[in-house]
């Protein structure tokens, strides 16, 4: 994965971000959305992945996670969630996603398609006083692109737990 970020303290939680290239919308179906909770839920499950917050938004998802080894987790999940999501845009006939994944995929790259952007912009969560900050940023993005009055009003979010509202869709682990 490249990156000029890297997560230098493995130790600790990291606030991510990671980005479909160009910012294309691949988050607008519930089958997309879908795909990205049941793989970081299946990351949990089996590759020790702790998570702590997350939301997926149209074209991105911020997460606040922590693993023995959090970049290869992120690489691996963002591969498999990206073989996916192609799939489910075949199935949902999004041509015209498609064709944007494969213009603007990488030289560099492979494959026919880029889904990800490079890197996650990890940042280690310092203390009690930055994971709320991070909570705060992450919880209150669709509030402030006025796609919803309150943060627990969004389906794809971690707001559920921590503010109250319907079961979360993918529960959260203990912040200590």
Known sequence: MRSRY?????????FITATIVEWLPVFTSSACCDILVRSLEHCRQHKSL???????????????LSAPDLSTILQDLKSFTARQILDQLRVEKREWLLNQLRFYRGGHKPNEYQV??????????LGDDMMRQKLEYL??????????AAPEHWRYSSAHEWLGGVEPLLKCDAWL
Do not use: M
């Open 6 to 14: 890297r997560v230098c303290a493995p130790d600790r939680a990291h």
């Open 50 to 64: 702790t998570i702590y917050a997350w939301i997926i938004l149209d074209n991105h998802f911020h997460a606040i």
């Open 116 to 125: 990800w952007q490079e890197g996650s912009h990890p940042q280690a969560i």
């Open 139 to 148: 919880h209150n993005n669709p509030v402030k692109r006025g796609w919803v």
